[in-house]
């Protein structure tokens, strides 16, 4: 149950000693507060909470109560009539003005918009994944305090019979929503009991993907392709091994690199996932189809590959429509490609940066491997090369069974 009560709050007061008159809103032992005047607390009637004829506006501040108090009301009643979940800061927020009424997919447009203004990257994607929680509520919009475990647990039924089976592409569903909830939580639209993930609530399973790289004599025969020059095949088959000369470096940072980045046999380039800025020495192999594009500079505006050179780079959507529409024509050749060299694995722009890892196996320190990764944390590189160092697990198998 929710109450509305109009009070004296004494505890607070301005330069000139007075105290507001407050509107206080509770629901779930939470209060929240709206300040609508101050005076001096000689004028404040506690009984009749009401300001007394002794003040020369007492009309006017009374009628303000009784109306602010009645607004109050009447909203609780209306949620509380339709069976409607809420809280005492989203009553409290109609009240102010602020945020009015604002739904999950309103604070989603609002923060895709920030997002793209800050330059942030792949707003498409997440866009798209709101739009598959739009799709299972049937474009209905929803409060936050209806986004509860069951309704969750609806969805992911949903994700998976309409042909999300991966627990990945589910979290990434399921994450997008939580950022938004926090976001919502942060700007007081929703309070946080309502909030439906984490301990003792509805856990994001990320799964764990099957990594599985390419082997040397792969690679070789990767490299032995006898393709037209020029050919688009040919293109992609020196973006996938220019990637994997690099320890894998991700589809977005590649097809971004400019001549510029290149600087006495190094390559100089700022990772686009974390922004972190990184230095590799280029190893014979890739300078040799940097050799391929040089005559090329020009034409491509500055940038080693063509993919990015008729973008316009102020305009971070762009650049990720770019990204994102070289990589699915890139994946699309590479299963011709793995045709050509007779590879019954999935080969995919990614598969190069598996494919160092699983070559590199245990004959690289850790420590090494994270630098050429650039993972942030030793962990992560520990737990990404558990899936191709297999040396000591065979070993054992192997002496179990040696009999």
């Not at 942060?186 to 301990?199: L, M, R, S």
């Not at 393709?227 to 088959?237: A, K, M, N, V």
Request: charged share 30%; with cysteine.
């Amino acid at each position: 149950m929710a109450s509305v009560k109009i009070l004296l709050y004494k505890s607070k007061k301005n330069a000139e000693g007075k105290h507001p008159i407050a509107l206080r809103i509770t629901k779930d032992r939470i209060p929240k507060y709206k300040f609508l005047e101050y005076i001096d607390p000689k004028h404040w009637n506690d009984k009749k909470n009401e300001v007394k004829q002794s003040h020369h506006s007492y009309k006017r501040i009374n009628t303000l109560i009784d109306n602010e108090y009645v607004r109050a009301k009447n909203l609780i009643f209306e949620y509380e009539a339709k069976n409607k979940n809420f809280t005492s800061g989203h009553i409290m927020s109609i009240i102010k003005g602020n945020k009015d009424n604002m739904t999950f997919f309103r604070l989603a447009d609002d923060y895709f918009l920030q997002q793209e203004l800050s330059g942030s990257k792949w707003i498409h994607t997440k866009k798209s994944r709101v739009n598959k929680f739009k799709d299972f509520l049937k474009g209905e919009d929803i409060h936050f305090e209806n986004i509860t475990i069951p309704l969750l647990k609806r969805y992911i039924t949903y994700l998976k019979a309409t042909g999300s089976k991966s627990k990945m592409t589910i979290a990434s569903c399921l994450s997008v929503i939580r950022t938004i909830f926090n976001v919502a939580i942060t700007e007081g639209i929703v309070d946080a009991q309502y909030y439906p993930f984490g301990k003792r609530k509805l856990r994001i399973d990320q799964g764990k993907s099957m990594k599985i790289g390419l082997d040397k004599e792969e690679i070789k025969r990767i490299e032995n392709l006898e393709l037209e020059e020029g050919s688009f095949t040919w293109h992609t088959r020196n973006v996938f091994l220019f990637s994997f000369y690099l320890a894998g470096i991700r589809i977005g940072d590649t097809v971004s690199i400019r001549w510029e980045n290149i600087n006495s046999g190094r390559i100089h380039y700022r990772m686009g996932k974390n922004q972190k800025v990184d230095s590799l020495l280029l190893p014979p192999k890739a300078l040799e189809i940097l050799k391929l594009y040089e005559s090329y500079k020009e034409e491509n505006n500055g940038f080693i590959f063509p993919e990015m050179k008729d973008t316009d780079l102020k305009n971070p959507k762009a650049v990720e429509k770019v990204i994102s529409n070289s990589g699915k024509y890139f994946n699309d050749e590479l299963k011709n490609i793995a045709k050509l060299a007779e590879i019954d694995k999935k080969i995919t722009n990614h598969i190069s940066r598996h494919s160092f890892g699983n070559i590199a196996g245990s004959n690289i320190p850790v420590q090494m491997l994270q630098k050429l990764y650039r993972h942030s944390d030793l962990s992560t590189t520990i737990n990404y090369q558990s899936s191709f160092d297999h040396t000591q697990t065979d070993e054992a198998l192997k002496n179990v069974l040696d009999f």
